[in-house]
Structures are given as structure tokens and as C-alpha cells.
């Protein structure tokens, strides 16, 4: 099923927003030199420098004013910190960039909302565990006084369209729903648009649905209360970060920083942050 125009002014503005965004960070780099800053324009850098592709999300990276933040960022930054590591990001939103980039050795670390899966083990080592999320299905709140559910929302997806992100694993997952719920369940997706521009297409009425993490879609949920978030499409589900499948030293190493660093109490301090 190919992905339909969305109606309205609503994708426009989405695109202004990134384009002024894009230009505030790029003004905010100017003063920001050290080798675990965000690459302006992309090179494989030589040497023992690690280069992560970081999805721009509520929870993995962001800019809070000319500071760029969130949990995945923080916690790579603070564990280099530990290790002496150069670090070097490019953050991204179709994920199929960073993926491709992952198979020809652009990067040696992507992170991204993407659930450990079969599919994805296939092609890429994955890390431990870094925390623990899964998917919800966000749709508008039904609001009219006498709305009494009885038909479970799960079953409310059956012959409806539900909106992913592009080449996401939850693709299998809404298949299999489908399979366990016996009909058909049409999956949409546009690479343009990641998982936040989902739940705000969502909550503005551009589309009708979407299935996200519920990390990103509880925190968007903060400034769009008009949306549902509270229909789990799977169950909890580990969320770790991708690596080549030549890269198991790394991926090893990452694996025994991660554990040491989940018993500080600065995790503790990220996973209330942007989790709670």
C-alpha cells in the first residue's frame, strides 16, 4: 500500500520548522569544536574516533536552546567521558540512512527507537540492552459524553490503516497482530516523516493513527494531551544500539560499559529524566 499525500498545511510547516531548526544548530556548532560534537557535514574520520548516526527523537537527541541533549546522547557522552573515548555523532531521521550507512562502514554505531528483532539481527550486532520500551498505538481521544469502550482498540486496527516509520521493525509486529487478530491491518509509512512527526500528525488530525515507542510518544503527549496513548501494540521489548557485524570487539566492550554504567547513579538520574 503506497503512502497517500497528507492534506493540509501541516507537512509545510514541518519542513519550515526543520529548515529553522537546522539553522539554529548549525549557528550553535560555531562554538562547538570537541571531537564529541555533531559533524556539520559527515566524513568517515580516521584514527580511533567511534562515529555514531543518532536519531533525532524526544528521548535520543535533541537541542534543548543551543544544547544538544537527551537519553542515548548523554549516556554515550558520559561513558566516553569514562573511557576516554572520541566520539563523533550525525544525527538523522530516516532511519534507512543510518542503517545503510551502518552496512558500508560509515558508522560504527547506530542508535535509534528500534527494538531488538530478528530482522535486525540478521544484518547487525546489537548491544545489550540500553533500556526498555515498547510500542503503543496513538490515535485522538474520543471525547464524547457517551463513549463507553467495549470493542478492544486492537481489534478496532482490523481492515483500518495504522502509520509507521519507514523500514521500521514494527512492521513485523503490526503483521503479526494482524495474523493473531485473523484480518488485515494496511501499514503506512513515508520516509519523510519520523516517529515525533507521527504523534503531531497524529494529534493535529493529518492521520488518522500511528504506532511509536511509548517513551517518545509519552513525552509528546506532554504538549498534545488531545492524544491516546494507552493502547499497548506489544509487549515490553529491549532496546539496544546496532553496530556492523565486523565490529563484535566494540560491541563487546560497549556491552561491559553499558552494565557498569546502568549501576551509577547517573543512569538512574537519565532514566527519570526523560523516561518518567
Known amino acids: 500500500m503506497n503512502p497517500q499525500p497528507i492534506k493540509g498545511k501541516l507537512p509545510i510547516l514541518i519542513s519550515l520548522l526543520i529548515l529553522v531548526l537546522s539553522g539554529m544548530w548549525l549557528l ?6 570537541n571531537e564529541r560534537s555533531i559533524a556539520n557535514q559527515f566524513t568517515r574520520p580516521t584514527g580511533d574516533t567511534i562515529a555514531v548516526a543518532i536519531e533525532m527523537s524526544p528521548t535520543s537527541y535533541f537541542f534543548s536552546g543551543d544544547t ?12 566516553a567521558k569514562a573511557h576516554d573515548l572520541n566520539l563523533i555523532f550525525q544525527p538523522f531521521v530516516p532511519v534507512d540512512y543510518a542503517l545503510d ?24 550486532l546489537s548491544t545489550d540492552e540500553v533500556f526498555v520500551d515498547r510500542q503503543v498505538l496513538v490515535k485522538l481521544k474520543d471525547n464524547t459524553a457517551d463513549s463507553i469502550e467495549t470493542t478492544p482498540s486492537q481489534f478496532k486496527l ?3 490503516t495504522v502509520w509507521i516509520t519507514d523500514s521500521s521493525p514494527y512492521r513485523e509486529r503490526i503483521r503479526n497482530l494482524s495474523s493473531e487478530l485473523g484480518d488485515t491491518i494496511y501499514i503506512m509509512s513515508d520516509p ?3 516517529a515525533e512527526q507521527l504523534v503531531i500528525l497524529t494529534a493535529l488530525g493529518e492521520i488518522k493513527q500511528a504506532v511509536v515507542n511509548e517513551t517518545i510518544a509519552k513525552r ?6 488531545q492524544i491516546d496513548i494507552s493502547t499497548p501494540v506489544s509487549l515490553s521489548q529491549f532496546q539496544p544500539w546496532l553496530l556492523p557485524q565486523n565490529k563484535s570487539d566494540l560491541r563487546d566492550s560497549l556491552n561491559r560499559w553499558i552494565e557498569q554504567f546502568k549501576q551509577t547513579p547517573e543512569y538512574s538520574k537519565l532514566t527519570e529524566k526523560y523516561f518518567k
Do not use: W
Open 101 to 124: 550507512g551502518l552496512k558500508k562502514g560509515q558508522f560504527d554505531v547506530v542508535v535509534a527507537t528500534l527494538p531488538a528483532s530478528s530482522s535486525l539481527q540478521n544484518d547487525f
Open 192 to 194: 519523510e516523516y519520523n
Open 68 to 79: 544538544a541533549v537527551g537519553f542515548d546522547y548523554e549516556m554515550l557522552n558520559a561513558i
Open 220 to 225: 509528546i503527549a506532554q504538549d498534545y494531551p
Open 158 to 160: 482490523l481492515k483500518d
Open 28 to 33: 550553535s556548532r560555531c562554538s562547538h569544536t
